[in-house]
């Protein structure tokens, strides 16, 4: 039987909205990775009347992980909280106090602070439930590991980066090598499509046979792109495998990736293999485009920037768009989208370059040219394509979407066939 996961994301800030939870998807892909179903994901604010019985609940699973919560402040409460919840007692690890005396001493002293103001934490952040163990520090704060009951429950900070790498020290724990010798993770696959909709790739789906025993798929949709995962048990794995080549062939069109890589990689992995370099002139997106290309390691061997031109003004000079183009079309307008994307090439010495200009709202909107109106430009030396969409939804939905089609747009003018030629 898989074994099954619980993951409880602790945080007043959470609950409230004033942060973004980036934790809890991670943490779900990692489980279902090691062949582990993450059967409940929480996040509960710092009470202790909703902390205790969401750690109670989630302590019955195979495997608990707990994110956040152990600062040094009062409302810090995921250690005494394992503590109380499985009957242990709470102890000050000495080896551990010192290794967060050490660390505490470096922080004042880089910053200039009186050590007083760390030393008080010290001894709350060393106290652990009798028989876990330090995964180590994440700033002052150890994650820590537990074993209850033939069951295993891991406390980690709550900032992402250091999130991530206490859990990799948890994954070479005893504990977890004993856990993943006795589970197989699932055959995983995934197709990813683009400019059809969700309920198309159902029907897709369905004309396949769909999920079967052993098979379990899922179908997501975000900013016009659609994710199929196909996840095979044991057994199973030939089932995914045509399920994956019929899918593939009745979307064959809008097809554009087989991996889980975002579209902004995949454009810089074609102009890379074309020795290209890419650059892009925005207007509505206001920098989202170039902003999700450079969030790519060494996305500076192509991409060499871009120009958020939001006047005209801006779009004349420094971009370079003429001036009887915006007079005669507008600047919202398939001829400014043109201009733009050829501006940028010339300006910013570019082989390529993608343009997005349009009305995000929620006011400026006509008749002729409603909010939601986009058009986009793409354009290499020897290809180039223009798109007028109309996108419904509020500012923030049109300019997320006006993103991942410039990016899109970009794509098909680098490679028509990408999903054979990345």
């Known amino acids: 039987m898989t074994p099954r996961a619980a993951v409880v994301l602790t945080g007043t800030e959470l609950v409230r909205g004033q942060r973004v939870d980036r934790n809890g ?65 709470l102890h000050v690890d000495p080896t551990l106090a010192a290794e967060i005396e050490a660390v505490s001493r470096r922080i004042s002293a880089r910053f200039g602070r009186p050590y007083a103001e760390y030393a008080t934490g010290i001894e709350k952040q060393a106290t652990l439930p009798a028989g876990a163990v330090s995964l ?17 429950a891991v406390a980690l900070p709550g900032p992402p980066g250091e999130l991530r790498r206490l859990w990799r020290i948890a994954l070479e724990t005893e504990p977890f090598r004993r856990l993943r010798a006795r589970v197989r993770p699932p055959h995983a696959r995934v197709l990813r499509v683009y400019g059809v909709t969700e309920s198309a790739v159902a029907r897709a789906l369905d004309a396949t046979g769909g999920e079967s025993e052993g098979l379990d798929i ?31 062939d009745a979307l064959a069109t809008h097809v554009f990736a087989r991996d889980g890589r975002p579209v902004e990689e995949i454009v810089l992995a074609l102009a890379r293999a074309r020795g290209l370099r890419l650059a892009v002139a925005e207007s509505c997106t206001g920098g989202l485009v170039a902003a999700r290309m450079t969030s790519v390691a060494g996305s500076s061997d192509v991409f060499v920037g871009g120009v958020v031109a939001y006047s005209d003004e801006l779009k004349r000079a420094p971009l370079g768009v003429p001036g009887d183009v915006l007079e005669r079309h507008g600047a919202v307008s398939a001829e400014a989208a043109q201009a733009m994307a050829a501006a940028a090439r010339e300006r910013l010495g570019a082989d390529g370059a993608v343009a997005v200009t349009g009305i995000a709202g929620p006011g400026g909107g006509t008749p002729e040219k409603p909010v939601g109106l986009v058009y986009i430009h793409a354009q290499l030396s020897d290809a180039d394509e223009s798109v007028a969409l109309r996108i419904p939804g509020d500012r923030e939905t049109v300019r997320g979407r006006a993103t991942a089609a410039a990016l899109h747009v970009l794509r098909r003018v680098l490679a028509p066939n990408s999903v054979e030629r990345v």
């Open 25 to 89: 998807p991670f943490l779900a892909r990692e489980l279902v990775a090691l062949g582990v179903d993450p059967a409940r994901l929480v996040i509960v604010g710092d009470g202790p009347a909703d902390l205790e019985p969401a750690f109670r609940q989630a302590l019955a699973a195979d495997v608990a992980v707990f994110s956040g919560g152990l600062g040094p402040t009062h409302d810090d409460r995921t250690v005494e909280l394992l503590a109380h919840v499985t009957g242990r007692r």
């Open 136 to 152: 180590g520090l994440a700033g002052t704060a150890p994650g820590v590991l537990l074993e209850h009951d033939g069951r295993i």
């Open 218 to 248: 899922t179908i997501c949709a975000h900013d016009f792109e659609v994710r199929v995962d196909l996840l095979a048990a044991p057994g199973a794995e030939e089932r995914a495998a045509a399920v994956e080549a019929s899918l593939a």
